[in-house]
């Protein structure tokens, strides 16, 4: 019916504009700062593609620029658990000029923060040289649970959130190690599952004391996807891949500007400075040229 008195064809007018609004903060250039930190999520919708309704990964990539602000800065629908995919979405921010980590200088992608998807980590290292990978410590948890039950994964789980709870990035892995021991005995399983994990838990180390707990997982994110959900439970099935893009894209450029205008730095001044510092040291000093005389 037409009982708000608003004609289609400003409807229509109202829907294009909104979706070029959208499109256009989607394929932005994000080359004006680099981003030290990069958190990928996947959230699953059910779409209608071909006359059946799936279920989609809805991915979005949020990132903390150089001077400690949160950006949106990308998303896509498709298979969170192929290599293809996260290949594709990585390429598609770089091309867009998301700044990559080089010897000689490693003011780009420092530590990408996700859950274990099939496929990232490869995509991570092809793409995004230079940069680290943390495996999101709230899904490992999760993951624990899931191999040995409810019951059982709390006082293991307890167990592991003190890794977390040191101060250094030396007692982190002391204490990494202390715990994967004292498992082995009773929970075998749970120490493999640590020991093959240790390099992707532990990649915040390194970095500054203040940032730990807002890039060792994704909770950070977790407020934005529990819009995204709202809004996609209001929907329950997307008509159309390009319905979830108007949408859902929509709720990301509101994000996007709260955080730009209305946020205080997500990180201070003083911690981001620490950053660079670390990253500078850490980098290998180029070799230099050698000059061939005759």
Same mark, same amino acid.
């Given at each position: 019916?037409?009982?708000?008195?608003?004609?289609?064809?400003?409807?229509?007018?109202?829907?294009?504009?909104?979706?070029?609004?959208?499109?256009?903060?989607?394929?932005?250039?994000?080359?004006?700062?680099?981003?030290?930190?990069?958190?990928?999520?996947?959230?699953?919708?059910?779409?209608?593609?071909?006359?059946?309704?799936?279920?989609?990964?809805?991915?979005?990539?949020?990132?903390?620029?150089?001077?400690?602000?949160?950006?949106?800065?990308?998303?896509?629908?498709?298979?969170?658990?192929?290599?293809?995919?996260?290949?594709?979405?990585?390429?598609?921010?770089?091309?867009?000029?998301?700044?990559?980590?080089?010897?000689?200088?490693?003011?780009?992608? =420092?530590?990408? *923060? $996700?859950? /274990?998807?099939?496929?990232?980590?490869? &995509? +991570?290292?092809?793409? !995004?040289? #230079? %940069?680290?990978?943390?495996?999101?410590?709230?899904?490992?948890?999760?993951?624990?649970?899931?191999?040995?039950?409810?019951?059982?994964?709390?006082?293991?789980?307890?167990?592991?959130?003190?890794?977390? =709870?040191?101060? *250094? $990035?030396? /007692?982190?892995?002391?204490?990494?190690? &202390? +715990?994967?021991?004292? !498992?082995? #005995? %009773?929970?075998?399983?749970?120490?493999?599952?640590?020991?093959?994990?240790?390099?992707?838990?532990?990649?915040?180390?390194?970095?500054?004391?203040?940032?730990?707990?807002?890039?060792?997982?994704?909770?950070?994110?977790?407020?934005?996807?529990?819009?995204?959900?709202?809004?996609?439970? +209001?929907?329950?099935?997307?008509?159309?891949?390009?319905?979830?893009?108007?949408?859902?894209?929509?709720?990301?450029?509101?994000?996007?500007?709260?955080?730009?205008?209305?946020?205080?730095?997500?990180?201070?001044?003083?911690?981001?400075?620490?950053?660079?510092?670390?990253?500078?040291?850490?980098?290998?000093?180029?070799?230099?040229?050698?000059?061939?005389?005759?």
């Amino acid at each position: 019916g037409n009982d708000t008195g608003i004609s289609r064809s400003t409807v229509s007018r109202i829907c294009s504009e909104i979706e070029e609004s959208v499109q256009e903060f989607l394929h932005r250039r994000i080359d004006h700062t680099w981003f030290p930190y990069l958190f990928l999520d996947a959230t699953y919708l059910d779409v209608r593609h071909r006359g059946r309704v799936v279920s989609q990964a809805l991915v979005v990539a949020t990132g903390v620029s150089g001077d400690g602000r949160r950006e949106i800065l990308g998303m896509a629908l498709g298979d969170a658990e192929t290599t293809d995919f996260w290949t594709e979405f990585l390429r598609g921010l770089r091309d867009r000029g998301l700044k990559v980590a080089t010897d000689a200088d490693p003011l780009g992608v =420092a530590l990408v *923060t $996700s859950d /274990a998807h099939a496929g990232l980590k490869a &995509a +991570v290292n092809a793409i !995004l040289p #230079g %940069s680290a990978w943390q495996r999101c410590r709230v899904h490992f948890a999760r993951n624990v649970t899931q191999k040995i039950g409810s019951a059982r994964s709390k006082p293991v789980n307890a167990l592991i959130s003190t890794i977390f =709870a040191q101060t *250094t $990035s030396e /007692a982190v892995v002391a204490q990494y190690q &202390a +715990v994967t021991d004292s !498992l082995r #005995g %009773s929970f075998p399983e749970i120490a493999a599952m640590l020991e093959a994990a240790e390099p992707d838990l532990t990649a915040f180390a390194p970095l500054p004391r203040e940032h730990w707990q807002k890039v060792w997982s994704n909770n950070p994110i977790e407020r934005l996807n529990r819009e995204i959900k709202r809004r996609a439970d +209001v929907v329950q099935i997307f008509p159309d891949r390009d319905s979830v893009t108007r949408l859902i894209g929509a709720v990301l450029q509101e994000q996007h500007e709260e955080w730009s205008y209305g946020e205080r730095r997500y990180f201070s001044d003083t911690s981001m400075r620490k950053l660079v510092h670390i990253l500078n040291e850490h980098t290998e000093p180029a070799r230099p040229e050698l000059y061939l005389t005759a």
